[in-house]
């Protein structure tokens, strides 16, 4: 008996070593991967110099990808498949999910048990759910279908997703800041259909936040079936409830149904992924998917789902919580304000719209689009223009050199 176990024992342990060995050597030929090299150059420069995409580069997960690999976790299949508030699944992290949900959910006026969410995919998955459900539920309570408003600078997934989903869309023009023009709405509403209304919070180039209080009473004066509103706010819900403007995405004050936020831009998870919320109401008024084998109803769009996007968004909260990111707001609001002053100093007239990040200004030469990753806009009004959306990690040290080399590349 003894013997069998000691050369069971001495199998196992030729095993592990030549588990051991194995993994050095693919680790060995990795690093002397060309096409891993060539990638893992290319986006460690990124990080230095990135100032035109909306992503928070400070915040760290060096300690969650220890967590995991001391917890004997990095072997192991996790999925997120089913519904975060009913869970029946063994291999995800569906506490861990319902948990950010809950901590998020207050921030954006839900009251406990009236609201359902998710972790998502990205802020377009958020979309894809708040147009989805907000489809279903007008036709549920109408029987007709619905017509889609949103403005024409609004993020390109809301129009993909009303072609995806087969929605009468109409674009809603907008003033030259870049906000739904409320007129254009009235001239184009169908007050015979109910309205699935998708409000931006942050449009893609400008920045700029619809006037949720002057569509709203317009709406109130209408007399539509009945009316749906999400707010993307991938970028800017983020950090409005953390700023002096929270009421901003605060339901009790500006009613809608759902919300969409990412989770890769202001808290900085470092894939993508978002939060989706919704009402009770709304949730209960869905077209039902009882899924046998998943023992339930199926309602979100997405079967299996990402278990290590919660562990991250929860670990990022936890590590740097509500007191950081108030600061981080300061932070942002205080560097946007630095970059304007020294981008009009030089005689590159910018400018920000209320509430937002994203500074506008004239387009500089190509090399300096090319080495901070500018993107490129175009407007009738304003000519050729780029934007730089100020976040944790665009510090005044950056906004410094940026302008050096401007000056420098307008000498050339
Ligand atoms: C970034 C953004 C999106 C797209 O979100 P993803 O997470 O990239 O899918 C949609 N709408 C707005 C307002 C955004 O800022």
Redesign the pocket.
Known sequence: MKKILLIISAMLFLCSCAKKENVSAYRQQVYKDPILQRVVSRVSDVKKYQIGY?VNEDADLTDYYKWIDDIGLTDTVLNNVGNPFNSTMKFGTHEVEKWVIDWFAPKYGFEEGEYWGLVSA??????NHGIYFGRNYLEKKTGKKPVMYVSDE??Y??MRLADLQNIDLKLIKTDKMGRMLPEDFKAQMDVTRPALVVY?????FKGAIDDQKAINEIIDNAKFPAVFRHV?????GGYLPFSDRKEMVDKRVYPFDSI?I?G??FFGVDE?C?IFLTTMEVFNNQKDFNITYLNGNMPMINCSRSATNPLKFYWLINKYGEEKYKQDVKNIKENTKYLIDELNKIGYNSFVNDDSNTVIFKRPSQEIMDKYLLAAGQDDEYGDLAHIVVMQSVTKEKIDQLIQDIKNSDKK
């Not at 993307?232 to 800017?236: H, I, K, R």
């Open positions: 909306p990205s802020g377009t998955d958020g979309n609004s993020h997934s809301n931006s919070m942050g449009s893609t993307d706010a991938a970028l800017f969409a990412s890769h831009k993508p978002g």
